[in-house]
């Protein structure tokens, strides 16, 4: 492990490193520290608290994963950040610790996680979110799959975001991000469906065509949450499983809809 590691890295004892973790020059990685197989900490970056990052993740030059929660009810103690696999933190990018015992941040596997973002405590994260650079989300939000986070976005704490969502480039989200739709504005609302998104995940056309349905029929037609949810669930497509898991989301919101 001697040769992956630079002589100017600061690794603390206690630290659980996989000896085929690297570590750059003037990194720094805390005691409670767990790094997997094949995971690179690049120059001057940081992971520090009860960090546990999977295999083959990337954290780059001046990230810092594991910092102190920025939450004032914060009472001490080393705190937990999950980190899945093959995730890439790119420069000056950040991801908080939990607020308390027994909580924790987590993120998934294949993240992006692009310059100046930040993750805050007790967000979860699926897989495969794309999040632009300088975009930020509040504590306890909730992202699915394979979401695209534009740059200088800014999601309210506890808000959901469903899978193959968007929000667009600056936009400020106030309130749930429903799967499959694209949302942009100050404050966001529900735009179009993420037509691109889904058929680089391979969706059909004719699914593409019936989301596009339900989303006119829960944004396009004048009706209130109530009446939308009843439109949907008498709709040609209800019986679809993309249909049931956004009537599933919206039933479940607390924040309301974009």
């Known amino acids: 492990m001697d040769t992956l590691i630079h002589p100017s890295a600061i690794i603390e004892a206690g630290a659980d ?26 120059h001057h970056a940081t992971v520090d608290g009860k960090t546990t990052l999977g295999k083959d993740n990337e954290v780059h030059p001046y990230a810092y994963l594991g910092g102190q ?36 941040t987590r993120l998934g ?22 999040m632009s650079s300088h975009s930020a989300l509040g504590g306890h939000v909730s992202v699915g799959d394979h979401v695209n986070i534009g740059w200088g976005v800014g999601v309210h704490q506890f808000c959901r975001i469903g899978n193959h969502a968007m929000a667009a480039a ?24 993420n037509k691109v998104g889904l058929q680089r995940a391979g969706y059909s056309e004719d699914t593409i065509a019936s989301i596009r349905r339900l989303f006119i029929l829960f944004f ?39």
């Open 109 to 130: 596997d294949d993240n992006l996680i692009l310059a100046y973002s930040h993750i805050a405590h007790e967000c979860i994260v699926g897989n495969h979110l794309i």
């Open 170 to 193: 600056t936009s400020t989200v106030l309130q749930d991000i429903p799967p499959y739709v694209i949302a942009q504005g100050n404050p966001a609302e529900g735009r179009s469906i």
């Open 220 to 258: 396009k037609k004048g009706l209130n949450r109530s009446q939308a949810l009843e439109a949907l669930e008498a709709s040609e497509e209800a019986n679809l499983a993309e249909a049931k898991e956004l009537i599933a989301f919206i039933r479940s919101s607390e924040r309301g809809i974009v």
């Open 17 to 42: 490193l996989d000896s085929t973790v690297s570590v750059g020059a003037y990194a720094y990685v805390g005691k409670a520290v767990q790094a997997g197989p094949g995971t690179k900490i690049m």
């Open 69 to 104: 929660t920025h939450d004032l009810k914060y009472e001490g103690g080393v705190q937990s950040l999950e980190i899945g696999d093959r995730n890439v933190f790119r420069e000056y990018s950040t991801a908080h610790c939990a607020t308390a015992e027994g909580l924790i």
